[in-house]
């Protein structure tokens, strides 16, 4: 973005959202495999806690060590003036 933009863009104020139906969810997916990864998903879960559990279930069970993360929250975004 040079000063020769020609488009102009919103500011927009993004917070976090206090709505206790927009806590935050957590997600694990195993990512353990050579080739493939094995691709077990805890689906969504409300705390870390239960994501771990989830993690070490899957471990023991399968051995697998390696494991993606997500942790899914919603925002507010509130348009700015145009500047
Ligand atoms: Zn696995």
Redesign the pocket.
């Known amino acids: 973005m040079g000063k020769t933009t020609r488009y102009r863009f919103r500011e927009y104020h993004v917070t976090a959202v206090a709505d206790p139906m927009a806590l935050p969810t957590f997600e694990a997916r195993?990512v353990?495999?050579e080739e493939q990864?094995?691709?077990?998903t805890s689906g969504e879960l409300n705390t870390p806690e239960e994501l771990t559990l989830w993690i070490a279930g899957?471990c023991a069970q399968?051995g697998?060590q390696s494991y993606e993360q997500t942790t899914r929250t919603v925002v507010h975004a509130e348009p700015g003036a145009w500047q």
């Open positions: 195993c353990t495999g990864d094995c691709a077990a899957h399968t697998h």
